[in-house]
């Protein structure tokens, strides 16, 4: 079996489960998050592009509902030992054979809770699951119950999370490799990820994120490749991965001298990520983090150029994004605390002078000091 934690690890965090389960007082969880999947069973697909559904009892029992190609793949991978198919037809419904399963498990007029925030869980099917549970039992939405558990990584996980921090490392070394005036983006793309896989890691859940010139302004991944000029900008977002654990990293490069705005850009990226440092400690919230990621940016007159969070949760995560449900937003109480791994990022567009500056990294929170987990510096790249 495929499975990347013991099983004493898989039934503590049943026991989690349980706990949480019990406190809600929920009959069962229908899991239809892969990541949530993957963390309480090992599970591992991308076969959640289709319907499949993880049903978890209050007592523990586990049951999958997934189609015939997923069955070896959650043998293999999983620690799931009841696995039940829904057969591909013209006009099925699996939400049916869902509730057909919900009977077989006696939970009629259950109290169900449902993640139902996920891309796991499509607009259509969770249309087609409220329409047979009207009838069946009551269903609460539950999208957070292990979202939150997954929040404080265990040792184990903490070992992945570092070994994605140094692939991530790796990935900016080959691309610092090629990057130059001339170079093409496409090279240095495939030598990041490149790094990734021949260093034993895995695809992200999101694309990369690379863009020169006016593209260096943007925050996603978009199709099409230019070369560098002389005087140029390289944005670059990127993830080591690591048994599906991430570690993000996100620099601006700077091909050629580097302009007074650039510079000023750079120093306010710098400052407000050392100033956030020190708030990664147990005590604040992630609401915390972004007033002093705010309160920086402002003071400098950056408010239009900075975006309205400024990094995130991050562990296990399946596509299309690598990004958890807890982020550093205004107001966000969700506390920090030591287990954590989280992406700090600092992202400045200036349109007005077609300048980006972008600096980020992921930190482990501890019992003492907050750890970063990259060997790079937080100085300003220029070639």
């Known amino acids: 079996m495929a499975l990347h934690f013991t099983r004493e690890e898989f039934a503590s965090r049943l ?10 007082k929920l009959d069962a969880l229908l899991l239809f998050a892969q990541e949530s999947m993957y963390w309480l069973t090992g599970y591992d697909t991308f076969g959640y592009c289709f319907f499949q559904c993880l ?80 009838s069946f039992g009551t269903a609460v939405d539950a999208s957070y119950i292990i979202s939150k558990l ?17 692939l991530s490392d790796g990935a900016l070394d080959a691309a610092l490799a090629l990057t130059k005036p001339g170079a093409n983006e496409a090279d240095i793309l495939a030598a990041m990820q490149g790094a990734i896989f021949a260093g034993g890691g895995d695809y992200p859940a999101n694309e990369f994120i690379l863009g020169s010139g006016a593209d260096a302004l943007l ?20 993830a080591g991965v690591f048994a599906h654990y991430h570690a993000p990293m996100m620099r601006t490069i700077v091909i050629g001298q580097p302009t007074d705005r650039q510079k000023e850009l750079f120093a306010a990226c710098r400052d407000a990520i050392e100033a956030i440092e020190a708030d990664l400690v147990t005590g604040n919230t992630f609401g915390t983090v972004f007033d002093t990621h705010a309160r920086i940016m402002d003071e400098r007159g950056l408010a239009k150029h900075r975006l309205n969070a400024c990094g995130y949760s991050v562990g296990a995560r399946f596509s299309p994004s690598w990004m958890e449900h807890q982020m550093f937003h205004a107001g ?44 790079h510096s937080l100085d300003l790249i220029s070639i």
């Open 15 to 24: 026991e989690l489960v349980k706990a949480r389960m019990k406190e809600e």
């Open 55 to 134: 049903v978890v009892k209050a007592d523990g029992q586990m049951v999958l509902l997934t189609r015939s190609a997923d069955l070896r793949q959650a043998k293999h991978t999983s620690i799931i030992e009841d696995i039940r198919i829904w057969v591909d037809r013209t006009n099925a419904d699996p939400a049916q054979d869902l509730k057909n399963l919900l009977m077989d498990l006696d939970l009629l007029g259950a109290k169900l809770g449902v993640e139902y925030d996920t891309h796991g869980l499509t607009g259509l099917n969770g249309r087609r699951l409220d329409n047979q549970l009207t």
């Open 150 to 166: 997954r929040l404080i990584k265990s040792p184990a996980e903490i070992e992945y999370a570092e070994k994605a921090a140094a």
């Open 219 to 238: 925050c996603r991944y978009k199709a099409g490749r230019r070369n560098l000029d002389a005087t140029d900008q390289l944005t670059l977002e990127w």
């Open 332 to 375: 966000n109480p969700e506390p920090i605390l030591p287990g954590m791994t989280l992406f700090v990022h600092m992202i400045i567009m200036d349109s007005e002078t077609g300048t980006a500056m972008t600096l980020g990294r992921t930190y482990l929170v501890t019992d003492g000091p907050v750890k970063n987990l990259s060997r």
